[in-house]
């Protein structure tokens, strides 16, 4: 949690907290609702995040734990996936980002396989939302949307969200994957 001093004195802590929902149409399973979680079963998910190298880049050092993929139902873990928070003013533009976990029912979930993805140091504004998958073409939203400091903010790509570009999604028995 970072902490930051206003003029006025006062202290305020920097962090949103996102729960973004998104399925990866390739591994859904309209039958039963739920992606496969095979990559998980057999053993292929890494515990430290796959997105340090090109284009990705990405910094962090997030990692889960055995007991995190030892989670079966619903909640097991699909794959890793990096979550962005983009410029209201230019989505090329990457703020911050952090790698996170995919269930089987499409929530994205922090490292722990349950808490909401928590970005530090980001104070309450207008971001553009984008989800990244190493194998999957990535998914945005098609404004910034409004996220708050201490509140639920859901970023629900599986509803009716309006996502950027032409066909960016495909409708599969009223869900979007």
């Not at 890494?46 to 880049?57: D, E, F, K, Q, V």
């Amino acid at each position: 949690v970072s902490v930051s001093a206003a003029s006025d004195g006062l202290i305020f802590l920097r962090n949103i907290s996102i729960q973004p929902k998104v399925i990866l149409n390739g591994a859904y399973d309209d039958n039963i609702g739920l992606m496969k979680d095979d990559l998980r079963l057999f053993g292929y998910l890494p515990l430290n995040h796959p997105y340090s190298g090109a284009p990705w880049n990405h910094a962090g050092t997030e990692m889960t734990t055995t007991s995190v993929l030892s989670i079966a139902g619903q909640d097991a873990i699909v794959d890793w996936v990096l979550v962005e928070l983009r410029d209201k003013a230019d989505p090329t533009n990457i703020l911050s980002t952090r790698a996170a976990l995919l269930q089987r029912d499409g929530d994205i979930v922090d490292i722990d396989g349950i808490s909401s993805v928590l970005f530090s140091g980001v104070s309450g504004d207008d971001y553009y939302i984008s989800v990244k998958h190493r194998n999957h073409l990535g998914i945005m939203t098609e404004n910034a949307v409004p996220l708050q400091n201490g509140a639920a903010n859901i970023v629900d790509f599986i509803a009716t969200l309006p996502t950027y570009g032409t066909d960016a999604q495909k409708l599969v028995n009223g869900k979007y994957t």
